[in-house]
């Protein structure tokens, strides 16, 4: 496993080894040791998947308590990572990642960051692990096209569910 810092503080990106012969393929996604040895030394609590398809944008959703570790188990993501933390010399910077089942990336998302994630691929698989349970009534939600972040997106009219819509 390789740890990259990336331009936002706190954000990670993290490169998988992997397996592969003419029998398919082998991907350890998660180890507790392995992850603490190379500095991320949270206790993740919660897992969680959710899929969707070509054109689907779900997000930008976050709160201020929980760390997320993200991955994609099919298929094939953009995703969106926001400072949203006011007092942050970073406060509304973002990256992106195009995530996806062959580049075995992971993102590891620190508290008072919002993701937001487009599926690229005819179906894909959002998986995560979070430090805390999901409690919704404790979410923030920034709007994918709010001009104040400025988010760059490859797509011009995503499918949105009615809390991503307003």
């Not at 003419?22 to 959710?50: M, P």
């Not at 620190?110 to 994630?117: A, E, F, V």
């Not at 999901?134 to 499918?159: G, L, R, S, V």
Request: hydrophobic share 35%; proline share 4%; charged share 20%.
């Amino acid at each position: 496993m390789q740890i990259e810092e990336t331009t936002l503080e706190g954000v990670k990106l993290i490169r998988l080894n992997g397996f592969e012969d003419h029998r398919g393929e082998y991907v350890e996604l998660y180890n507790r040791e392995l992850y603490q040895q190379n500095g991320v030394s949270i206790n993740f609590i919660e897992d969680d998947i959710s899929t969707a398809s070509y054109g689907v944008l779900k997000g930008i959703h976050g709160d201020f308590k929980t760390w997320k570790l993200i991955s994609c188990l099919h298929g094939k993501f953009y995703l969106v990572v926001v400072n949203n933390e006011p007092l942050s010399h970073n406060y509304g910077k973002w990256v992106s990642f195009v995530l996806s089942e062959r580049n075995k990336l992971q993102v590891l998302v620190p508290p008072n960051h919002g993701n937001g994630h487009l599926c690229l691929s005819k179906k894909s698989i959002f998986y995560y692990k979070q430090s805390s349970y999901y409690t919704p009534n404790e979410q923030f939600t920034i709007k994918w096209n709010d001009p104040f972040f400025n988010i760059w997106w490859p797509i011009k009219n995503p499918i949105l569910s009615r809390r991503d819509e307003c």
